[in-house]
């Protein structure tokens, strides 16, 4: 087994899998104008350090391949190990979870809280922090990148079927995360569920009437106050 980065390897059979529900610190790899991210040789080789040499296993959860041939896995030790689960508890990736793909990502979630309150790895490095919601021109600074913004909802609102979770007075400039029709039914409805609520959002900022995320599954969604009530 070769490994490509931190949450990519290439079995023996010449099957490349990435490792589905997380993303660790990427490396160039060759990319015009792309830099390593802070920690990406480290977490290559924790990620070495548990699966080189070992007999792994292969689990899906949900969509099996994606655009590039990669096969979408977790993967399994003969111990046991759950490597997914070890690479967020050691503070070497973040929760990165897909509509189509959403197996065992709550637990992964726990895992990782557990791994940002020891301040694990990525999670002491300003790279990778948390975002605040209220500061929106800060989070265009973030565009087209995956990120985690947390705050406080001021506003919900349901228009023409989409959901609007304002996180600011002025819903043309603040931080807004967006919920489609199609993907509404997975969340609740009740507007007074999310009124004032504190909670995270994961998702690749976006810039429509300011920063924005665009949500499609309950898993990007975490109150922080309580247990999850968007679904």
């Not at 548990?50 to 977790?74: F, I, P, T």
């Not at 043309?172 to 959002?201: C, G, M, N």
């Not at 994961?202 to 975490?222: A, C, D, F, L, M």
Request: glycine share 8%; net charge neutral; hydrophobic share 40%.
């Amino acid at each position: 087994m070769s490994i490509v980065d931190g949450d990519t390897v290439v079995l023996q059979d010449g099957r490349e899998v990435r490792l589905v529900g997380l993303q660790a610190p990427k490396l160039a790899l060759g990319r015009p104008n792309f830099t390593d991210w802070p920690l990406a040789i480290e977490a290559r080789e924790v990620l070495a350090a548990l699966v080189k040499n070992e007999d792994v296993q292969l689990s899906y959860g949900g969509r099996r391949e994606d655009r590039y041939g990669r096969l979408l896995a977790h993967l399994f030790l003969a111990d046991g190990r759950w490597v997914q689960g070890a690479m967020i508890a050691k503070g070497m990736a973040r929760v990165y979870s897909f509509p189509d793909n959403r197996s065992c990502v709550r637990d992964l979630l726990r895992l990782e809280e557990q791994a940002r309150g020891m301040r694990r790895a990525i999670w002491d490095q300003s790279y990778y922090a948390v975002l605040p919601a209220d500061e929106p021109h800060r989070l265009l600074t973030h565009l087209d990148s995956f990120q985690l913004v947390e705050g406080t909802v001021k506003r919900a609102a349901l228009v023409r079927g989409r959901l609007y979770l304002n996180f600011g007075d002025d819903w043309r400039k603040d931080f807004t995360a967006t919920i489609a029709p199609k993907h509404l039914r997975q969340f609740s409805d009740d507007l007074e569920v999310y009124r004032d609520a504190r909670i995270r959002v994961r998702g690749w900022i976006k810039s429509y009437n300011g920063p924005e995320i665009v949500v499609t599954h309950p898993e990007q969604i975490e109150f922080l106050d309580g247990p999850g009530r968007a679904s």
